[in-house]
T-cell receptor
Framework: DQQVKQNSPSLSVQEGRISILNCDYT??????FLWYKKYPAEGPTFLIS?????DKNEDGRFTVFLNKSAKHLSLHIVPSQPGDSAVYFC???????????FGAGTRLTVKP | SQTIHQWPATLVQPVGSPLSLECTVE??????LYWYRQAAGRGLQLLFY??????ISSEVPQNLSASRPQDRQFILSSKKLLLSDSGFYLC?????????????FGEGSWLTVV
């Protein structure tokens, strides 16, 4: 069952512009959401998270927005840099981490 | 600071051979430990998790097993590999299992079954 969906397998943006990666979820019990960044042949690295009591969390160039009513979250990267090129995974968990679910990932390419 | 290591990084194994992937976490006690597999186009799939020594929970029926012989050691095994076991395997840890605890991943292990 795909409780977390990233419907765009790839995204290409120009350096300096905004990158917006989207994620939808179906389980209303999810209350903690994360974004991971993954380079080829490496493990995912944690990027940013948000709990369901917030609708926005910002860390430098990265901002995650959560719309609980729409069961939708997004990651904004501003300004995008070529080093941001990677696969980004969205994840969500409910009352414990053992039910954390991941999306299929979106491959971001930032062109110089 | 906490670190996680898994090995080997890559391996090529014939069908029917055994498998052992090892993972260790340093810098923390009694972590939750996880084994994930990344399948093409399907994101990260949780295979096993452990909340303590000797305690293993399996998420999906499969040809693999896991063991936790020590607090910070997690092992993924198979007695006889199948072609379908090929993939990228990730060990991970978290401080606890409560929601809000970030899961941190190791470097990953590429397994090719031939």
């Amino acid at each position: 069952d795909q409780q977390v969906k990233q419907n765009s397998p790839s995204l290409s943006v120009q350096e300096g512009r905004i990158s917006i990666l989207n994620c939808d979820y179906t389980n209303s019990m999810f209350d903690y959401f994360l974004w991971y960044k993954k380079y080829p042949a490496e493990g995912p690295t944690f990027l940013i998270s948000i709990s369901s009591i917030k609708d926005k969390n910002e860390d430098g160039r990265f901002t995650v927005f959560l719309n609980k009513s729409a069961k939708h979250l997004s990651l904004h990267i501003v300004p995008s840099q070529p080093g941001d090129s990677a696969v980004y995974f969205c994840a969500a968990s409910g009352w414990n981490n053992n039910d954390m679910r991941f999306g299929a990932g979106t491959r971001l390419t930032v062109k110089p | 600071s906490q670190t996680i290591h898994q090995w080997p990084a890559t391996l090529v194994q014939p069908v029917g051979s055994p498998l052992s992937l090892e993972c260790t976490v340093e810098g923390t006690s009694n972590p939750n430990l996880y084994w994930y597999r990344q399948a093409a186009g399907r994101g990260l799939q949780l295979l096993f998790y452990s909340v303590g020594i000797g305690q293993i929970s399996s998420e999906v029926p499969q040809n693999l097993s896991a063991s936790r012989p020590q607090d910070r050691q997690f092992i993924l095994s198979s007695k006889k590999l199948l072609l379908s076991d090929s993939g990228f395997y990730l060990c991970a840890w978290s401080v606890g299992s409560a929601s809000g605890n970030t899961i941190y991943f190791g470097e990953g292990s590429w397994l090719t079954v031939v």
